[in-house]
Nanobody, 117 residues
């Protein structure tokens, strides 16, 4: 059974930091590009960042460039998103998913991130 389980979300003040994790199982993590997407309240899904299978090439949305960093640990089958200098507009449910673009084959249940004073 394929599983992607996000964790690390929570409530933080503007300017704060959070590190999201996505623990995966049931598929060969090392063979998949991976991504983070988010869904702000009342809005559609937004692509945030992606990383290739080797972890050498990353892509980041302009809205989070310079603040968010995606990474992966193949030995732990885990994807990460380090989020710094958080803004209120970063409030969303964050999901990890397989692939870098397009409709993902697999996606987690999400973790809530709330940025408020």
């Amino acid at each position: 059974e394929v599983q992607l389980v996000e964790s690390g979300g929570g409530q933080v003040q503007p300017g704060g930091s959070l590190r999201l994790s996505c623990a995966t199982s049931g598929f060969t993590f090392s063979r998949w590009d991976m991504r983070w997407v988010r869904q702000p309240p009342g809005k559609g899904l937004e692509w945030v960042s992606a990383i290739d299978t080797a972890g050498r090439t990353t892509y980041v949305a302009d809205s989070v460039k310079g603040r968010f960093t995606i990474s992966r640990d193949t030995a732990k089958n885990t994807l990460y998103l380090q989020m710094n200098s958080l803004k209120t507009e970063d409030t969303a449910v964050y999901y990890c998913a397989t692939g870098s673009i397009g409709v993902p084959s697999f996606r987690g249940q999400g973790t809530q991130v709330t940025v408020s004073a």
